[in-house]
């Protein structure tokens, strides 16, 4: 079993939403809920992962597959994911180069 196998399908979605370089308050606007509970997702997902960082955390889906990473991972992230098409809203994001964010995926605290 892979460490991403572990993931559970919204700690996917906050990580895949972080490599696309939203901020933690876009995606809580993006996932219906507040900045504290994606803090708490990446907390997780960085155990899960054993990654310390955001960027990190990015690295880690881009060496993944990117977009496309949820495609590989175990049934049961792929099922609590089913309906999540990975494009979040673009409201208030300013687009940069071949469609991804302004945002950086930096490093520091979740």
Not at 30 to 46: C, D, H, I, M, W
């Amino acid at each position: 079993m892979q460490p991403r196998d572990r993931l559970t399908g919204k700690e996917v979605q906050v990580a895949t939403l972080v490599w696309q370089g939203l901020t933690n308050k876009d995606i809580a606007g993006v996932l219906g809920t507040s900045e504290q509970v994606v803090k708490n997702y990446l907390r997780t997902a960085f155990d899960k992962l054993g990654v310390w960082t955001r960027l990190e955390l990015a690295l880690y889906v881009a060496s993944h597959g990117g977009a496309t990473w949820h495609a590989q991972l175990g049934a049961e992230a792929r099922s609590l994911a089913v309906g999540w098409e990975g494009r979040p809203s673009d409201e208030g994001v300013t687009l940069v180069g071949n469609g991804r964010k302004a945002a950086a995926a930096s490093g520091g605290t979740p």
